[in-house]
């Protein structure tokens, strides 16, 4: 996703192995839907590296220092492309677990809204 018109992701990594069976899945991408993923995303720099022995996962670096690594074993290329093109589109921002539901600067000097009705 862009932030005010600049794409927040700049490298992504395609690590595989070039032996294992839940490579297989990821080997048939690197063939078929990643040129045209290249293509599409001239922003970003792909690489891709091989490591043998290893699960294959997506490691997407981002302009804000962050990272994000998504493993993609034993996944067919359609999900593969699915997982890549939600990297592009993430922003890059940690996850923060929200502590309740409400979240605001300012919370209510009477309390909060409720639609019980107290008789």
């Known amino acids: 996703m862009a932030l005010r018109g600049v794409w927040q992701l700049h490298k992504l ?26 293509e599409k995303n001239p922003q970003i720099e792909v690489v891709t590296e091989l490591i043998r022995g290893q ?22 290329p359609e999900d593969i492309l699915l997982h ?5 589109n993430a922003l890059g921002r940690k996850v923060v677990k929200l502590r309740s539901r409400d979240v605001t600067k300012h919370p209510s000097v009477q309390g909060t809204w409720t639609t019980a009705v107290k008789y």
Not at 55 to 72: M, T
């Open 13 to 38: 990594i395609v690590s595989y192995c070039n032996w294992g069976g839940s490579s297989r899945g990821i080997r048939a991408f690197m063939e078929s839907q990643l040129p045209i993923f290249k």
């Open 84 to 88: 890549a093109t939600r990297l592009r």
């Open 55 to 76: 699960h294959p996962h997506l490691k997407g670096f981002y302009k804000n220092k962050n990272q994000r690594v998504i493993c993609v074993k034993n996944m067919d």
